[in-house]
């Protein structure tokens, strides 16, 4: 009985262990939707997400380098090129298109604006190992012992690693808020256009959706559904 309860605690509490690790996507690319459709793909169609600029985000200190990070279900993490320069604004005229089910309420998009750091990829991956051996030395003297502490550092390098790119400002849409969007824009997009293998409209603002950002801006943004090839 304490497995299953132990099982049904971690279950139940998922994503606050995977956000206290700092992750903020799926790290498992699968859920039970998937195993009762064994895995098709036909459940889903192709968006695209296409985002114009983003304005009046917070101030730094002095100019910074800022890129957008789109987070859909189980699609892998996208990224936008940086921008050097900003301040309180960026123009990004940028697409991507993800795997996205119109009837899975689940789903959550996420547009984050993140600053871009010094700090490489090696140095992210060496966080973890770093920290187990901080904290299995620290285990030796205390009640934790050597892997105890071990693993309690690995976990506060993991959370370090994946928390580094101070994040800006972010959109979060459900899946109501991302169906509306793409009802919207469906009506902005003439229809000789929407075949296009290039953007479907031009780059401004009357085409484009507005929404505020937490915890400040403003961000111009489009999703539209685009046919399979």
């Known amino acids: 009985w304490t497995v299953v309860v132990a099982l049904v605690f971690a279950w139940s509490f998922r994503?606050?262990?995977?956000?206290l690790l700092g992750f903020d996507s799926q790290l498992v690319r699968a859920d039970l939707r998937d195993c009762l459709t064994c895995f098709s793909m036909s459940?889903?169609?192709t968006i695209e997400v296409s985002v114009l600029k983003a304005t009046d985000l917070p101030a730094g200190f002095s100019s910074r380098s800022l890129f957008l990070r789109v987070l859909l279900g189980c699609n892998e993490p996208l990224?936008?090129?940086?921008?050097?320069?900003?301040?309180t604004s960026m123009a990004v005229k940028e697409r991507m298109?993800?795997?996205y089910d119109?009837?899975?309420?689940?789903?959550?998009?996420?547009?984050?604006?993140k600053q871009q750091e010094v700090v490489g990829q090696a140095v992210?991956?060496?966080?973890?190992a770093v920290g187990a051996l901080a904290g299995g030395a620290a285990g030796l003297v205390t009640p934790l012992g050597p892997q105890g502490g071990a693993m309690a550092g690995a976990v506060a390098g993991i959370g370090t690693a994946n928390s580094l790119g101070p994040e800006i400002a972010r959109l979060d849409l459900n899946y109501t808020m991302v169906n509306h969007i793409r009802d919207v824009c469906k009506q902005k997009t003439p229809p000789s256009r929407v075949?296009?293998?290039?953007?479907?409209?031009p780059w401004h603002e009357e085409y484009f959706e507005r929404r505020d950002l937490v915890p400040q801006g403003t961000i111009w943004l489009r999703i539209v559904d685009r046919e399979k090839v």
Do not use: W, Y
């Open 195 to 201: 075949m296009s293998t290039g953007p479907s409209v």
């Open 79 to 87: 990224h936008s090129r940086p921008r050097d320069g900003c301040t």
């Open 97 to 99: 298109q993800l795997n």
């Open 102 to 113: 119109p009837e899975d309420h689940t789903q959550k998009l996420s547009i984050v604006i």
């Open 124 to 128: 992210r991956q060496l966080a973890p």
């Open 15 to 19: 994503q606050k262990v995977v956000a």
């Open 43 to 45: 459940r889903f169609s």
